[in-house]
């Protein structure tokens, strides 16, 4: 059986064929927060943390380091350097776990 509904979505992901959207960015609120259970990881912001927040906190720290670690500080209530460190951490082995899996 051939599946012929596939080919109006190949022809959008001609460019970024290779390079899917990272499985985290749909997590809900719930799966982030037992991300960072595990991770051993704290986030105290108001807002509960999404996997939408993961992609954006990841490519803000790739694009401006410093407004990276002022939003976890001021966001995320991370008052310390192991805060910092260990949420830093889990969000580069997410993102490490990601590319090297395809």
């Known amino acids: 059986p051939k599946s012929e509904q596939k080919s109006p979505d190949e022809s959008k992901v001609t460019s970024t064929n290779s390079h899917d959207p990272p499985t985290f960015s749909t997590w809900n609120e719930e799966e982030t927060a037992e991300w960072l259970k595990q991770s051993n990881a704290e986030w105290h912001g108001q807002e509960s943390l999404?996997?939408?927040?993961?992609?954006?906190?990841?490519?803000?720290?790739?694009?401006?380091?410093?407004?990276?670690?002022?939003?976890?500080?001021?966001?995320?209530?991370?008052?310390?350097?192991?805060?910092?460190m260990n949420f830093t951490t889990a969000l580069h082995r997410l993102c490490l776990d990601i590319s090297s899996s395809g």
């Open 50 to 84: 999404t996997g939408s927040h993961l992609v954006f906190l990841s490519r803000l720290e790739r694009e401006s380091p410093e407004f990276f670690y002022d939003t976890l500080k001021n966001f995320g209530g991370l008052s310390n350097l192991t805060m910092l």
